[in-house]
């Protein structure tokens, strides 16, 4: 299949998955109607669920996704997606929900396969334009679901069950598609390409390392080896953390995600909780969504455009810091505030400004690693995130820590990313007096200047 085909047959599916309008109206749902959940079950002991779920799933998924070569990966995450909204649609009660968060756990966890696969399948050289489409499409679906999710809701043509059913086919559709597409014939860790001299080198290198050098493997892909490819996989890691900047990096990331995950999943409820009772059939989730998507991209965007030397010391660290003494004050107000409207236009700000900062931190670690790399290291981010996230879920959110209520828990967060600014302002007036005449050093440090950079939105 020609390579532009198979692109947009794979974006095609990230659109898919990602178009469900029922999305930004999941809390009005459970406690709706339908459901007849409370607000206090669906936040300290639902949602909970799902970032335990994501934290488990993500190490063996990550590792199965590239052992399985992706596209069955692809295949089970549509499978999940069903699974999910199939009890979305028709169980009852607490338990039934627990267990949609763990499937929806895994759905979060498969999604590694799905930016992998292009790469596996397509050349090398058409690395960046698959990285924006893959990306492109996810937001494309995302922004059209909530818009259309706003559109069907404010016209009075759909209730949130009506959309949900929507959701439900469009990631059937997906699921079908999954099916269709082959399975590539290497992967990054454990079918290694070898006609590549790059990763012949390392892959040499390896086997001597553990004895197997002996064996010289005659076709193209070598023979996979759960023990190898997790040796391969720690010291590919190794490597990319011995980069000291790389470890900074990742830590701000990591913190930094972890927030913003926790005010993504209890945004709804601190929506459901402050919405005045009369306005209940008339809430603006979607709109809001859709316009912190739309703000997001634009800014992300503007910021890859930019004339701006991202290396000079201190810079990139001095704006962090700012946006995140700036989203301490944005929460605290969210969480202290009763109006709706206060609360939309600020979570909006939130959002688009959080973007900017992860772009940021991506820009700054991926700058030293080849794509393989990168992929690796943002897993293991996503992991500290997610570790990060789930001691912050027990203490603060779950009922059996302190589970206070979803007001209470903006304050916190807001608290959370002052500490975060704090320490970022402490590394920039550290990084500008050390390097006060002698800046050059670090920034020549770039190697791998020809590698394909990761264009992450
Ligand atoms: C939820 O509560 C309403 C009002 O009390 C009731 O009419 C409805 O049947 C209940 N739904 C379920 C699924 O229990």
């Not at 997606?81 to 929900?97: K, M, R």
């Not at 959080?354 to 940021?360: A, G």
């Amino acid at each position: 299949m020609h390579w532009k085909v198979l692109t947009f047959l794979v974006c095609l599916y990230g659109f898919l998955k990602e178009y469900r309008p029922s999305e930004a109206y999941l809390s009005a749902y459970l406690t709706g109607p339908w459901k007849n959940l409370t607000v206090e079950e669906v936040d300290n002991e639902i949602y909970p669920i799902w970032t335990y779920a994501y934290l488990l799933w993500l190490v063996p998924v990550f590792l199965l996704a590239d052992f399985f070569r992706y596209q069955p990966m692809l295949v089970l995450e549509g499978a999940t997606y069903i699974a999910t909204w199939s009890i979305l649609l028709c169980a009852q009660g607490v338990l039934a929900f627990k267990f949609m968060e763990i499937c929806y756990g895994l759905v979060s966890a498969t999604e590694i396969a799905y930016y992998s696969y292009l790469f596996a399948m397509v050349s090398n050289e058409h690395y960046k334009i698959i990285t924006s489409f893959t990306r492109a499409a996810i937001l494309m679906g995302r922004f059209a679901a909530y818009l259309t999710g706003q559109l069907l809701v404010s016209f009075n043509l759909m209730d949130y069950k009506q959309l949900n059913i929507i959701s439900m086919v469009s990631v059937s559709l997906a699921f079908i598609l999954a099916v269709t597409l082959r399975r590539p014939s290497h992967s990054d860790i454990f079918h290694f390409k070898n006609h590549d001299k790059n990763k012949d080198a390392t892959n040499k290198e390896l086997d001597n390392n553990i004895g197997f050098s002996a064996i010289q493997e005659s076709s193209n892909v070598e023979k996979p080896t759960f023990k190898r490819g997790i040796l391969f996989l720690w010291k590919e890691l190794k490597t990319a953390y011995s980069d000291k900047s790389v470890i900074a990096w990742s830590f701000w990331w990591a913190c930094a995600s972890c927030g913003h995950l926790q005010v993504q999943n209890y945004i709804q409820n601190l929506w459901e909780v402050i919405t005045p009772e009369d306005q209940k059939g008339t809430i603006y989730n979607g709109a809001v969504e859709a316009v912190g998507t739309l703000l997001s991209s634009i800014s992300v965007l503007v910021l890859g455009f930019l004339p701006v030397n991202w290396s000079r010391p201190g810079l990139s660290e001095t704006i962090m810091a700012i946006v995140c003494v700036f989203n301490t004050a944005v929460l605290t107000v969210m969480g202290q505030s009763t109006n709706i409207w206060v609360s939309y236009a600020l979570y909006s700000v939130f959002r688009a400004t959080y973007h900017t900062v992860i772009t940021l931190a991506t820009l700054q670690i991926a700058k030293s690693l080849t794509r393989q790399r990168y992929g690796f290291v943002f897993g293991a981010n996503m992991f500290m995130a997610l570790v990060v996230e789930t001691i912050l879920t027990v203490i603060v959110v779950d009922k059996v820590g302190l589970g206070v209520d979803v007001q209470t828990q903006f304050t916190i967060y807001g608290g959370y990313f002052g500490v975060i600014g704090c320490l970022f302002l402490a590394v920039a007036f550290c990084t500008v007096y050390k390097n006060g005449c002698s800046c050059r050093v670090a920034s020549d440090k770039i190697y791998n200047v020809s590698d394909p950079k990761p264009n992450i939105a």
